[in-house]
């Protein structure tokens, strides 16, 4: 079965400052893909980003970008410029591309912003 | 566009009656999926739905759990004979088909006293 590991339990970063949160994963597979989920206050699970293992540039959505290392098994989530609305979990999932079509979460980041 | 809609938001419940949550997945979803979060925890799979028909339920546990996904109608997972460990937040999700991005909703909060 796959597992995906955040061995961060929770990480702090100055307003305006970048942070980075770590994720591995672990799969036989060679096609999935994999997310960053955002969790804030209010308890909702919102996406953040998305990557296709098959595609090599890594994915980026405004202050949001990823370094994908696929051999590694790894799957890391930078913040820029970070906000206040920044502070929430965050979660690592993974999905496979073929066969089941659930994910698979790690245990979460909690994120402060310090302002 | 509405979203993944999921009540009720909180719910709660004695020990021994049942608790029904719906869920509405996203407009032209037929996908839809229910994951667990206990406290403190990550969201752990429980069961894929497609209409009228169960894919993959092996994060169901074996008893007093069941879902459906009707024809008409939203999405319902049922807990028989609640207990306390059953209070957790469940999240309900769609897709628009099996390889595309799942939406969440904003989860129905279970409270068992």
């Known amino acids: 079965a796959q597992t995906v590991t955040q061995s961060q339990p929770e990480m702090s970063v100055q307003e305006a400052e970048t942070v980075t949160l770590s994720c591995t994963y672990d799969?036989?597979?060679?096609?999935?893909?994999l997310f960053w989920y955002k969790q804030p206050p209010s308890r909702q699970m919102i996406l953040v980003i998305r990557?296709?293992?098959?595609?090599?540039q890594n994915a980026t959505e405004n202050r949001f970008s990823v370094n994908f290392q696929k051999a590694a098994k790894s799957f890391s989530l930078k913040i820029s410029d970070s906000q206040l609305g920044d502070a929430a979990m965050y979660f690592c999932?993974?999905?496979?591309?073929?066969?089941?079509?659930?994910?698979?979460f790690g245990t979460g980041t909690r994120l402060t912003v310090i302002p | 566009n509405a979203g993944v809609m999921q009540n009720p938001r909180h719910l709660v419940r004695r020990r021994g009656q049942e608790a029904r949550l719906r869920c509405s997945p996203m407009?032209?979803?037929?996908?839809v999926y229910w994951y667990r979060q206990l406290p403190e925890e990550g969201l752990k799979f429980m069961v894929y739905?497609?209409?009228?028909?169960?894919?993959?339920e092996s994060g169901m546990p074996k008893e007093r759990f069941s879902a459906e996904f009707p024809k008409e109608g939203p999405s319902i997972l049922r807990i028989q004979q609640v207990v306390r460990g059953d209070s957790a937040a469940y999240f309900c999700?769609?897709?628009?088909?099996?390889?595309?991005?799942?939406?969440f909703g904003e989860g129905s909060w279970l409270t068992v006293v």
């Open positions: 999700a769609s897709s628009l088909s099996g390889g595309n991005t799942i939406y």
């Open positions: 799969t036989s597979e060679s096609d999935y893909y």
């Open positions: 990557q296709e293992a098959y595609k090599q």
């Open positions: 999932a993974y999905r496979s591309e073929s066969g089941a079509n659930n994910l698979f």
């Open positions: 407009k032209g979803h037929s996908h």
């Open positions: 739905l497609q209409k009228e028909n169960i894919i993959d």
